[in-house]
Every structure is written in structure tokens, then in C-alpha cells.
């Protein structure tokens, strides 16, 4: 459960979430990058 996560599990997630993004932006571009996003990213 998300209650459960520990700081320590949160930071992770966002360090990973963050490289993800990095990776992105050098692969695609920003830009480019933006006509694959959809809002269904954001769905829980």
C-alpha cells in the first residue's frame, strides 16, 4: 500500500522517475517527447 511506502521507497521512485524523464529528453527531446504524452499517465 502506498500508506506503507517509506521515505527511503518514495525517494527512490522519484530519483527513478527523474532518470526516466533525463533519458527522454536526451533520446527524443523534449519536444518530440510531448506528442507521446497522454493524460492517461496520469490515471491511478
Same mark, same amino acid.
Given at each position: 500500500m502506498i500508506q506503507a511506502m517509506s521515505a527511503e521507497d518514495w525517494k527512490n521512485i522519484v530519483a527513478n522517475g527523474n532518470k526516466a524523464g533525463a533519458r527522454t529528453c536526451e533520446y527524443?527531446?523534449?519536444?518530440?517527447? +510531448?506528442?507521446?504524452?497522454?493524460?492517461?499517465? +496520469?490515471?491511478?
Open positions: 527524443m527531446g523534449a519536444m518530440e517527447a +510531448f506528442k507521446h504524452l497522454s493524460n492517461h499517465i +496520469f490515471d491511478l
